[in-house]
C-alpha cells in the first residue's frame, strides 16, 4: 500500500498507486481462481472414484475398540478421514476420468498431469510427493463455518496431517518461491510453526508445521498445535467413538468416520409435502455418526455411506423415507442423469445403521462430477 502525507499534492501518484493495487488484485484473484477450478475437478473425482470398500458395521452396543495405531490426531477432533493419495494419483481410470471431464471444461488442464503441474507451479506443492493424507477436525464448528456470512462462523478447528517424500527445507523454499515472500515463522515446542497467512482470500489465518520426519500438518493455528503436542506427547491421540468405527472400515485407500452435530441435524425439515401428503423427516434429526467409503473394481465403483441413529426406530423410518426417495429419484431433481443415479441406491439396515450403497460405472461417474460442476457455476 502506498502513503502520502499530502494528498492533495499527489493526488495523480495516489491514483496511479490505486490502478496498480487494483491491477494487481485482479490478476491474483484470476491466478487463485484458475488453481481453485483444478482443485474443485481433483477433489470431486476423489470423491467419486477411490479404491476400497470396507462396509458399515455399526451395532447397537456400539463399536468395537479400534486396534489401529491412532495417528497424530488430537482428542478434540470427531471428523477424521484418510485418503492413499499416491494410489490414486497413479491410477489410469483416475488419469482418464479427470481427462474425460477436462475435455469439457475450457478452463481445466487437458490432463492428469498438467492439473498436477498446475498445483506445483502456482502454489509450490507437488502432490506427487504425497503418498496419503488425514484429515481430521471438530465437527462442531463445521455446519458454522459453512454460514454464508462469516460473522456467524464459529471457531474453525481442521487440518490435514500429509505423510510422503517430504523435505522441510525444500518444501517451504518451494512455497515462498511461488508466493514471493518469506513465510513468518515462530517456535512451539521445539519445532518451527509457518504462518500461511489467508492464502486462499479469506479471513481464516492457516498454519503448516513438519511434526516429523517425511510428515508436514497444514490447518488452523489451534489443530496445528494440538498435532505438535500430541507428536511430542504433551497430549494423547484421538480416541473414543469416531475413531472406533474410523478402526472398524479397516485399512484402506479410502474412509471418513465422524460425529452428526445437531446444528446440522436440526437444520433438516420437520416435514416435506409430496404431493397431497407431507412425510416427516424427524427421524433424521437422531442421526449420530456416519462413515463413508468408496471401492473401485476395474471400471466399477462401489460407494457406501453408513448413517448411525440414536434408536432403532429412527433407523427403520429413516430407512423407508431413503429406499422411498431413491424410488423417486427422478422426480426430485432436475438432472435426469443423476436421477437415474439415485434409484440404483441400496437401501439395508442393521440395528441403529442404515446403509446406502451405490454401485457406478465410469461413464456415470463423469456425468455425476460434470452434473456437480454445473451445481458451482
Not at 490426531?73 to 494410489?87: D, G, I, T
Not at 434429526?285 to 471400471?299: G, S, V
Amino acid at each position: 500500500m502506498c502513503y502520502y502525507p499530502n494528498m492533495e499534492g499527489n493526488r495523480g501518484q495516489v491514483m496511479t498507486c490505486m490502478n496498480s493495487a487494483r491491477r494487481r488484485t485482479v490478476e491474483q484473484c484470476s491466478k487463485r481462481n484458475s488453481w481453485r477450478s483444478v482443485w474443485l475437478v481433483l477433489v470431486a473425482i476423489l470423491l467419486v472414484s477411490m479404491i476400497a470398500l470396507a462396509g458399515c458395521r455399526a451395532k447397537v452396543t456400539g463399536p468395537l475398540p479400534s486396534t489401529e495405531t491412532a495417528p497424530a490426531v488430537p482428542q478434540r477432533a470427531n471428523f477424521l478421514a484418510k485418503v492413499e493419495l499416491a494410489e490414486i494419483i497413479n491410477d489410469e481410470d483416475f488419469a482418464e476420468l479427470y481427462h474425460e471431464v477436462a475435455a469439457q471444461e475450457a478452463t481445466l488442464p487437458e490432463s492428469l498431469d498438467a492439473a498436477l503441474d498446475r498445483v506445483r507451479n502456482e502454489t509450490g506443492v507437488n502432490l506427487r510427493d504425497f503418498s496419503d493424507a488425514t484429515v481430521f477436525a471438530d465437527a462442531l464448528s463445521l455446519p458454522e463455518s459453512m454460514e454464508c456470512y462469516p460473522s456467524s462462523a464459529g471457531v474453525r478447528y481442521w487440518g490435514v496431517l500429509v505423510e510422503g517424500e517430504l523435505d522441510e527445507s525444500s518444501f517451504v523454499d518451494s512455497m515462498e518461491s511461488q508466493i514471493g515472500r518469506e513465510l513468518p515463522r515462530s517456535n512451539y515446542q521445539n519445532l518451527t510453526i509457518y504462518a500461511l497467512g489467508d492464502l486462499d482470500g479469506q479471513d481464516e489465518a492457516l498454519s503448516m508445521a513438519f511434526p516429523s520426519d517425511g510428515q508436514v500438518v497444514i490447518g488452523t493455528d489451534p489443530a496445528v498445535r494440538d498435532v505438535i503436542e500430541v507428536t511430542v506427547g504433551l497430549e494423547e491421540p484421538i480416541s473414543g467413538t469416531v475413531y472406533d468405527l474410523y478402526g472398524e472400515l479397516g485399512d484402506v485407500p479410502l474412509k471418513l468416520a465422524s460425529s452428526v452435530p445437531e446444528s446440522l441435524t436440526e437444520q433438516i425439515p420437520a416435514e416435506m409435502p409430496i404431493g397431497p401428503v407431507s412425510l416427516s423427516l424427524l427421524c433424521f434429526r437422531d442421526i449420530k455418526y456416519a462413515t463413508l467409503t468408496l471401492a473401485k473394481n476395474e471400471t466399477i465403483v462401489d460407494a457406501e455411506l453408513c448413517l448411525v441413529f440414536s434408536s432403532e426406530d429412527s433407523a427403520r423410518d429413516s430407512q423407508l423415507l431413503l429406499w422411498l426417495g431413491s424410488e423417486l429419484g427422478e422426480n426430485l431433481v432436475s438432472d435426469p442423469n443423476v436421477g437415474e443415479l439415485i434409484t440404483k441406491t441400496q437401501i439395508s439396515r442393521s440395528g441403529t445403521s442404515v446403509s446406502l450403497t451405490l454401485r457406478l460405472a465410469m461413464s456415470e461417474i463423469e456425468q455425476l462430477i460434470l452434473a456437480l460442476l454445473q451445481e458451482q457455476q
